[in-house]
């Protein structure tokens, strides 16, 4: 048998390779779907729903609300009743009988702003809660579509380690006829266990981010990513005329300040006379049975401390609005970088998908028509779908950043 034959024997013909290499090609596709045969496509919606079950944040800014609305309940609150019984020598030397009723209803202009400041704790917690709904959700929705960013990105990676595993197959079997220097089958075995080694890294980084996602999900179940390719994010606006807004994200300071503004009024409230009022019953020897009322006002004739409060609810209603100011200001700078950079992102799609993507199918396709017709070296041949699949990479990790941004717009700007 000469080396011809070898050769044909060891390697088999050129276009009994191809359907071998396309085979493994197509059994890949799936790898991170057969992990799990209980595993349940997730879709986002069905993320978002059960994060927002299941959020332990979520259901304490709703206690939060609760609790508002029963202190609003409890806004006018008056001093405890005072009953006194008295007996003894009183007023004579025989032993008579003194009973007395007093209660202070307080200032009513002060029970009017502490409801107020009640009503905008309601307002200021549903502010809160809203907020946390919206956080939760973009949370939720980042880690959904990095998840689903990773395991297209693993599914590349495992059909770049096919590649160059079936590459340092044919490296070594070259080696042995002769036909490969120590150096090449060495360089094809270390670039084979680097793509090797950068697959494993992507299987732990895929690990790491779907236990992220089901960390915001609070759920152990099994989960797989949706079948087709990754969408380019929607963003959800209210109305079709509706323009970029940080009303949403600065709700919360805006009702904080409104919050110290009525605190300052609540103060100077308690300078509003209070009211107190009272009855008593009485035994006089030898009169039994002698009843009356009075009626009176209280107020601070040294109101000193009550003016350092009223000074203190100034300072804190000027520490919310500046908080207010400087978090407006900076949404408003955030969601204007956050526009140029999915205008930039957007542009760079645009590239892949009307030229970049094309561009890496038109170099898989002749390379497989120029390997099939002997014209192309195989490990050529392999550095060309590896390049390809870059160009694929690539694009994923643009797709990627476009929609993570356009979460992040959608919560400060909507």
């Not at 079950?53 to 006018?76: C, F, H, R, Y």
């Not at 946390?132 to 693993?154: D, G, I």
């Not at 090449?184 to 790491?208: P, Q, T, W």
Request: glycine share 4%.
């Amino acid at each position: 048998m000469n080396d011809h034959t070898i050769i044909k024997t060891v390697f088999m013909r050129r276009e009994h390779i191809l359907p071998f290499i396309l085979l493994f090609l197509i059994l890949f596709t799936g790898p991170a779907k057969a992990q799990d045969k209980n595993a349940k496509q997730l879709s986002l919606d069905e993320a978002i729903s059960i994060a927002l079950d299941n959020n332990p944040e979520i259901q304490n800014a709703g206690l939060q609300v609760t609790k508002s609305i029963t202190l609003k309940k409890g806004a006018w609150i008056f001093d405890p009743l005072e009953l006194m019984y008295h007996y003894g020598q009183i007023n004579a030397p025989v032993n008579d009988r003194y009973i007395e009723i007093n209660q202070n209803f307080g200032s009513l202009l002060t029970h009017i702003q502490q409801r107020s400041m009640a009503k905008k704790q309601v307002e200021a917690s549903l502010a809160e809660l809203e907020i946390s709904k919206r956080s939760l959700t973009a949370q939720v929705e980042s880690a959904y579509f990095f998840w689903w960013y990773m395991h297209e990105k693993l599914l590349l990676g495992k059909e770049e380690t096919l590649i160059y595993d079936d590459m340092k197959r044919i490296a070594d079997l070259r080696y042995q006829l002769g036909e490969f220097s120590d150096l090449e089958k060495m360089m094809a075995s270390a670039r084979s266990a680097e793509i090797e080694n950068n697959f494993g890294v992507l299987s732990d980084e895929f690990m790491i981010a779907e236990n992220k996602l089901k960390q915001l999900m609070m759920t152990e179940a099994p989960i797989i990513p949706p079948d087709g390719s990754i969408p380019m994010y929607q963003i959800d606006k209210p109305s079709d005329t509706s323009t970029f807004s940080n009303a949403i994200v600065t709700e919360f300071y805006k009702k904080s300040a409104e919050l110290s503004s009525v605190a300052i009024k609540s103060e100077r409230a308690r300078f509003f006379p209070e009211l107190n009022a009272g009855f008593f019953y009485q035994d006089m020897y030898p009169l039994k049975g002698l009843t009356g009322w009075h009626f009176g006002f209280s107020f601070p004739l040294l109101a000193f401390n009550q003016a350092s409060k009223i000074k203190a609810a100034r300072i804190e209603e000027e520490i919310a609005l500046n908080q207010l100011e400087q978090m407006a200001f900076s949404t408003d700078k955030t969601i204007e970088n956050l526009i140029a950079e999915l205008t930039k992102y957007f542009r760079q799609l645009q590239y892949y998908n009307e030229y970049a993507l094309k561009q890496a199918d038109e170099i898989i396709r002749n390379a497989r028509l120029q390997f099939e017709k002997e014209n192309m070296e195989y490990m050529e041949y392999v550095q060309s779908l590896s390049m390809a699949l870059s160009i694929k990479v690539q694009y994923l990790e643009t797709l990627n950043n476009y929609n993570q941004t356009a979460i992040q717009l959608e919560f400060y700007a909507y």
